[in-house]
């Protein structure tokens, strides 16, 4: 991208806006940003924690939300998918307390569109759970989200794939458009 994405605008407002906005909106409480450079950060009206392996990819940062968290159910919402909104996070939350509810073994739910695109970290994690596991798999090296989860048991709720609009170029962002997502 050529700049940090957090501070790209997007339908008017900074990527990482949108992303903390579609949480509060959602319900979640509190919401914590974690960035490898926390300072670089203009205020956002939420905590701004360090990623506590420096900042070496998602897997540290999905460690780090998993560890600074104090709730049972952690969500997590990259910044690059600014279509995601808040009944999509509603929605993760309640499927996975459904599922917990009826006593099934589950480790997170996480969003997928109807060509089965993941995105792994648009997810509920129950920290219980995935928090130890992927620590591990953090300390022996791993840097692959998807490879640190690829033994969890998951489920996936379905979106339309203009919602997991993932925006890591300028090309990306350009395609995007203006997002008609309400968040």
Do not use: Y
């Amino acid at each position: 991208m050529g700049v940090d994405k957090a501070d790209v605008v997007f339908g008017g407002r900074t990527m990482l806006q949108r992303s903390i906005d579609t949480l509060s909106r959602a319900g979640c409480s509190p919401v914590l940003v974690l960035h490898r450079r926390p300072e670089d950060l203009d205020s956002v009206g939420v905590a701004i924690r360090r990623d506590l392996g420096g900042g070496e990819g998602p897997l540290d940062g999905l460690v780090s939300a998993l560890a600074i968290a104090e709730t049972p159910v952690v969500v997590t919402l990259p910044v690059d998918l600014p279509l995601i909104g808040g009944d999509d996070v509603r929605r993760l939350i309640g499927e996975l307390e459904r599922i917990l509810q009826r006593g099934m073994d589950l480790d997170a739910v996480a969003l997928a569109d109807d060509s089965d695109s993941r995105q792994h970290l648009a997810a509920a994690w129950r920290r219980d759970r995935c928090l130890e596991a992927l620590r591990r798999s953090f300390d022996d090296g791993e840097r692959s989200v998807h490879r640190a989860i690829s033994g969890f048991a998951m489920a996936w709720i379905r979106v339309p794939a203009s919602r997991l609009l993932n925006v890591n170029t300028p090309d990306d962002l350009a395609s995007g458009g203006e997002p008609t997502t309400s968040l």
